[in-house]
């Protein structure tokens, strides 16, 4: 008869004092407490390091190649991209969970190709007035939504980068496969990954007709420095 009549609060109360303080083993001691918590949360946040892309040791370059009827009066073109800049959030050990975001400045890109000045001029004119449209869309952006890796080596791993590209307006997603090697507070990254310009609205540029062209396909490879 007694126990028919405790108020529902004061269950409530002694359900409280026992979940809340921990729950006690026979020797009365808690399994889990909120100090105990307290603490693993720092630890975890103690293990992410941040790093900041150096563009002065860092090399981006795409690869462009030709086709047509009559390609074999042109040549392929390689691309330096040497403004790039963005960040790197990594787990210690593991690398994952982890963040990447990279920003290129469009109009910075520039042709490395031994080819003559007024070539040089003429292909960069081309590619920031009419292919990209720098002045409508002035940077080119990768941005992760998902990081796998995999330890291959004492502080080297490959991993896998999934995130979205925004290029010429136009956002897709997108897989960057990577070797990443860690020393000290340096990280390098290293690999190259394919990219299709109709898939960001972007007409591939041809001369004579279409006779020569470039081809939809771009390989893009880098070797990133981040400190």
């Known amino acids: 008869m007694y126990q028919n009549r405790i108020k529902p609060t004061l269950l409530l109360g002694m359900l409280f004092l026992v979940f809340g303080t921990g729950i006690s083993d026979a020797a009365g001691r808690n399994e889990v407490s909120r100090p105990e ?109 998902n990081v796998e890796a995999v330890r291959i080596g004492d502080g080297q791993y490959q991993a896998k980068i999934t995130g979205d590209f925004n290029v010429h307006g136009v956002t897709r997603p997108g897989v960057i496969n990577a070797q990443l090697s860690f020393s000290g507070n340096m990280l390098r990254a290293r690999g190259e990954f394919p990219l299709k310009m109709t898939d960001y609205n972007i007409t591939p540029p041809s001369v004579a007709g279409g006779t020569i062209k470039v081809k939809d396909t771009l390989k893009l490879t880098f070797d990133i420095v981040a400190r």
């Open 37 to 145: 918590l307290v603490h693993r949360t720092i630890a975890v946040a103690r293990d992410i390091r941040r790093l900041q892309i150096d563009a002065g040791q860092s090399h981006f370059v795409v690869h462009a190649f030709i086709s047509g009827l009559l390609s074999g009066f042109g040549h392929n073109h390689n691309i330096q991209v040497p403004d790039i800049n963005g960040e790197l959030q990594y787990t210690d050990d593991t690398v994952a969970p982890a963040s990447l975001v990279l920003r290129i400045r469009a109009d910075s890109l520039n042709v490395i190709d031994k080819v003559s000045a007024k070539d040089k001029s003429s292909i960069e004119t081309t590619m920031r007035e009419e292919v990209l449209e720098t002045s409508k869309y002035p940077e080119i952006t990768f941005t992760s939504t």
